[in-house]
């Protein structure tokens, strides 16, 4: 059975037992995200014991709220989020230091109060307290907070205090390349890099850490890992959700803006990179930068397919397609489906495949990486007759049921030599427990020691913006042509299946 207490994300959390006094002020408190990860997060910091003991919660938002109405919308976003049940003495911790301050985004009065409201914090606490400001809002407050912060002296450069302040700032980061240019801008005008902490929650995963570990951690893989072994690479973030109540915001983004230009391309990064120097925020965001500025562009017609889905059965329940989604303009050119073929041009991948996928109202939700190997030379074992060969098969499981798989070929016992693929696997829970952290834990406490390694840098972020913003621009000038439809509770379009079937591969049932 395993020890809770020897799991080993909680071990490696220990390191950050030395957080310095913080206080998070998290913008647009009032909001979902707030609610469904952040306060919960901060909950079940405060159970493992990894706050500092001078932490303080200030929400801030447009709406007026007292303290007191505050900290029971909290209590009730543990109670409804948390992974654990609410503690009154652990929430009890939390509570007594949290406050609220309203006020608008673009409104400078609202942000002195603030900084009051830190002075105060600071003085009562009788010694320096970083602040750590949350940003999650809808994008289109992003400048007038970060500007404010800025202009109120929070934003800390303008202090001379850089070591005070620090910025997480919430996906989307900008729409496109330019976007994604002037974001960064902005938060240079008031933030230096090292200040500035671009959350991507996929990197909080722990699978998604594990996939560094398996690779550099062990030595078998390394030799194997490049185009003279490795015949393709899937990788797959399918949701069985459809847009649930996010029309407007799914609207205004689509699949390749909402999971494939960030979460997705971010596995790739990681799976694709070279072994960085050392596991610190530079040199592992260096080597991501570095492959990811070695991919190729893309082909805009036959490289890429986009979809809707249509109505369909999920999980045993008959659901609505995109457009007759409330919220959804019948004509939408949002698409809700994406798959991308993609080519790396550098000595270790050159040649090799990376297929990406991801969607709304598919099957089941999974993330996977699958890294096919090629199929061994020779005929001893004919494709014909008992023997069954499956090409060796090396795959992650981000989630659910977290682990690692290997796909062999064995005999099959018996006087006849036959063969049949047989798994080896690897379960987290099975090993580890199943109680393990969320995302949110391991990056807000990251960001409060100021370890960036777990997040996106800003020339990161607008890489991956020169890769997929033509593809944007040319999918808007198409309009509808082109969009797929695919069945909600399907796999996907068959022009999906072309991009690889042109390249005789299939797609994974994962
Ligand atoms: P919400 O739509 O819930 O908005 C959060 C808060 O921002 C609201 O409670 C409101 O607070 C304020 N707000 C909302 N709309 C506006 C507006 N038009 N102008 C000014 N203020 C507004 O957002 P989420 O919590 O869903 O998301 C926050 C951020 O996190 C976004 O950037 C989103 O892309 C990102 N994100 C969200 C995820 C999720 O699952 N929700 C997942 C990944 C990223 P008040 O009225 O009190 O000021
Ligand atoms: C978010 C997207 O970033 O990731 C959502 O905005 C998506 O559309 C979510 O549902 C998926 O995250 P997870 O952790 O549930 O796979």
Not at 458 to 482: C, F, I, K, N, V
Request: overall charge negative; aromatic content about 10%; proline content about 6%.
């Amino acid at each position: 059975m395993a020890d809770p207490e020897r799991h080993p994300f909680l071990q490696g959390l220990s390191k950050h037992r030395g957080a310095p006094p913080t206080v998070v002020v998290i913008f647009g408190a009032s909001g979902d995200l707030t609610a469904r990860k952040l306060i919960p997060a901060i909950y079940n910091l405060s159970f493992d014991n990894l706050l500092p003991a001078d932490f303080h919660l200030v929400g801030y938002g447009r709406k007026p709220i007292p303290d007191e109405e505050f900290r029971a919308i909290a209590s009730k976003a543990v109670a409804d989020f948390s992974r654990r049940e609410l503690d009154a003495e652990v929430w009890g911790r939390v509570a007594a230091n949290t406050t609220y301050v309203s006020g608008g985004y673009d409104e400078k009065a609202g942000f002195e109060r603030l900084a009051a409201h830190i002075a105060e914090i600071e003085k009562s606490a009788g010694s320096q307290v970083q602040s750590l400001f949350y940003i999650s809002t809808p994008p289109s407050v992003f400048s007038p907070i970060i500007q404010n912060l800025g202009a109120s002296g929070l934003g800390g450069r303008y202090l001379g205090k850089a070591h005070q302040s620090k910025v997480i700032i919430e996906k989307p980061f900008g729409r496109d390349l330019a976007s994604a240019r002037a974001l960064n801008a902005e938060l240079r005008s008031v933030f230096d890099e090292n200040q500035v902490f671009r959350i991507d929650h996929y990197l909080g995963k722990e699978t998604v850490q594990d996939l560094l570990v398996q690779r550099f951690a062990n030595s078998i893989f390394e030799p194997l890992w490049n185009r003279n072994y490795i015949d393709s690479v899937q990788i797959t973030v399918a949701e069985d959700q459809g847009v649930g109540t996010r029309a407007g915001y799914y609207e205004q983004s689509g699949c390749l803006r909402d999971m494939i230009q960030n979460h997705t391309t971010q596995l790739l990064a990681l799976t694709a990179m070279e072994p960085p120097g050392s596991f610190e925020a530079e040199a592992l965001r260096d080597e991501k930068v570095k492959v990811l500025r070695a991919v190729e562009a893309i082909s805009l017609d036959t490289d890429a397919a986009r979809a809707q889905y249509a109505a369909g059965m999920t999980a045993g329940k008959a659901v609505p397609g995109y457009l007759e989604e409330a919220g959804i303009a019948p004509d939408s050119t949002t698409e809700t489906y994406a798959a991308i073929r993609l080519s790396i041009n550098n000595w270790r991948w050159q040649g090799v495949p990376f297929y990406l996928r991801s969607g709304k109202r598919m099957p089941r939700r999974v993330s996977e990486i699958a890294v096919q190997f090629k199929r061994p030379p020779g005929t001893i074992f004919p494709h014909t007759g008992g023997f069954d060969l499956a090409a060796n098969t090396l795959s992650f499981q981000i989630q659910p049921d977290e682990g690692l798989s290997l796909i062999l070929n064995a005999k099959v016992p018996g006087l006849e030599t036959r063969t049949q693929p047989v798994k080896m696997s690897f379960r987290y829970a099975t090993t580890f427990g199943s109680n393990t952290p969320e995302a949110y834990e391991r990056l807000v406490l990251d960001a409060m020691i100021g370890d960036g390694t777990l997040f996106i840098r800003g020339d990161e972020a607008e890489t991956s913006w020169t890769l997929y913003t033509p593809l944007l621009e040319h999918w808007q000038s198409q309009g509808r042509t082109g969009m797929a439809s695919y069945p909600a509770g399907s796999w996907g379009p068959e022009a999906a299946d072309l991009l690889l079937t042109s390249r005789g591969h299939t797609w994974r049932q994962p």
